[in-house]
């Protein structure tokens, strides 16, 4: 079976989506993580990465459960730079529609992949150039930022190269768009640019690449879209002691720690089949606590 090379056409059986031309090898020994807290997980991604979508329930577990010991520090990576990759059968942004509806279903996470039909995007470099621009002011509101602008281009069908929607994406979070401009325009770049060195420099191949670090420079490397008890079981390899967070499995408490949701991270956090999650989410909505969006491939609720 032919290897395909084009970083849009994502794997849903390994859970990644891979760059074309790296070095691939092993990944060097990590330097001791700076943190306040005893572990660090280092996350390679990317705004329009389909698998990294597919990992957004395992990974907002991961931060109530395990929040107190483990801080994430998100990376971008460069999946498109731009349409002169044309091989395993994507050669133009139309051919990517209805992979990325496959993708949907496999990881039962809503995508709408008519985006590349209606409004298609030349590159993700301008979204992942504008998330550095974002940490330049607020880190957090910078994750909550990438959040927006991910539900923008998956269930919205927005183009998140333009700036007029990057601009809504920043105001929408609290982040000053003038400001992001002028970053963006300025210092961003540079950011960028060093962590796609970074990411050549551990021999990051694809995305999801994430690197679960302690201070002794110990890793753990987990690639791609995972049970979520694999990432669990690097946590506790580097720090045995580690205590997991009992957070409560009730929808008040979930939607004010994320105040967006799909049904498979309802169900995810929730412990719950996603029949039961749905039914839960529709009464929710029956009793005007909740509003649904319903796209294409699955809705999003939202307080």
Same mark, same amino acid.
């Given at each position: 079976?032919?290897?395909?090379?084009?970083? %849009?056409?994502?794997?849903?059986?390994?859970?990644?989506?891979? $760059?074309?031309?790296?070095?691939?090898?092993?990944?060097? #020994?990590?330097?001791?993580? !700076?943190?306040s807290k005893?572990?660090?997980?280092?996350?390679?991604?990317?705004?329009?990465?389909?698998?990294?979508?597919?990992?957004?329930?395992?990974?907002?577990?991961?931060?109530?459960? /395990?929040?107190? !010991?483990?801080?994430?520090?998100?990376?971008?990576?460069?999946?498109?730079?731009?349409?002169?990759?044309?091989?395993?059968? $994507?050669? &133009?942004p139309?051919?990517?529609?209805?992979?990325?509806?496959?993708?949907?279903?496999?990881?039962?996470?809503?995508?709408?992949?008519?985006?590349?039909?209606?409004?298609?995007?030349?590159?993700?470099?301008?979204?992942?150039?504008?998330?550095?621009? !974002?940490?330049?002011?607020?880190?957090?509101?910078?994750?909550?930022?990438?959040?927006?602008?991910?539900?923008m281009v998956?269930?919205? &069908?927005?183009? $998140?190269? #333009?700036?007029?929607?990057?601009?809504?994406?920043?105001? &929408?979070?609290?982040?000053?768009?003038?400001?992001?401009?002028?970053? /963006?325009?300025?210092? !961003?770049?540079?950011?960028?640019?060093?962590?796609l060195?970074?990411?050549?420099?551990?021999?990051?191949?694809?995305?999801?690449? $994430?690197?679960?670090?302690? *201070?002794?420079? *110990?890793?753990?490397?987990?690639?791609?879209?995972k049970? =979520?008890? @694999? =990432?669990e079981?690097?946590?506790?390899?580097?720090?045995?002691?580690?205590? #997991?967070?009992?957070?409560?499995?009730?929808?008040?408490? @979930?939607?004010?720690? /994320?105040?967006?949701?799909?049904?498979?991270?309802?169900a995810t956090?929730?412990?719950?089949?996603m029949?039961?999650?749905?039914?839960?989410?529709?009464?929710?909505?029956?009793e005007? &606590?909740?509003?649904? %969006?319903?796209? #294409?491939?699955?809705?999003?609720?939202?307080?």
């Open positions: 079976m032919e290897k395909h090379t084009n970083p %849009l056409l994502c794997d849903p059986i390994t859970g990644t989506c891979e $760059i074309p031309d790296t070095l691939g090898g092993a990944h060097p #020994k990590l330097a001791g993580a !700076a943190a005893p572990l660090k997980i280092i996350y390679f991604t990317d705004p329009i990465c389909s698998s990294c979508w597919g990992i957004e329930p395992q990974l907002r577990k991961l931060k109530l459960e /395990y929040g107190n !010991a483990v801080e994430v520090e998100y990376h971008m990576g460069g999946l498109l730079p731009d349409w002169s990759y044309n091989s395993g059968g $994507i050669s &133009k139309s051919d990517v529609a209805h992979h990325w509806d496959e993708v949907s279903h496999h990881y039962q996470m809503p995508i709408d992949g008519d985006v590349w039909l209606e409004d298609p995007l030349s590159s993700s470099y301008p979204p992942s150039i504008a998330f550095k621009a !974002a940490q330049m002011q607020d880190e957090q509101k910078a994750i909550t930022f990438m959040r927006e602008l991910r539900e998956f269930l919205r &069908k927005k183009n $998140i190269t #333009k700036w007029e929607n990057i601009s809504e994406a920043a105001t &929408k979070v609290g982040l000053d768009a003038n400001r992001l401009q002028q970053d /963006y325009n300025g210092q !961003a770049d540079t950011l960028f640019r060093d962590d060195k970074l990411a050549s420099k551990m021999g990051v191949r694809g995305f999801p690449s $994430i690197f679960v670090t302690d *201070r002794q420079g *110990r890793s753990e490397f987990i690639y791609g879209t049970p =979520y008890g @694999l =990432y079981t690097a946590i506790q390899k580097l720090l045995p002691v580690v205590a #997991k967070h009992p957070y409560q499995r009730e929808w008040s408490y @979930l939607f004010d720690h /994320y105040p967006t949701l799909t049904t498979r991270e309802f956090l929730m412990d719950v089949t029949e039961t999650s749905e039914k839960m989410l529709t009464g929710l909505v029956n005007g &606590k909740l509003h649904k %969006l319903d796209t #294409k491939n699955g809705p999003l609720w939202r307080k």
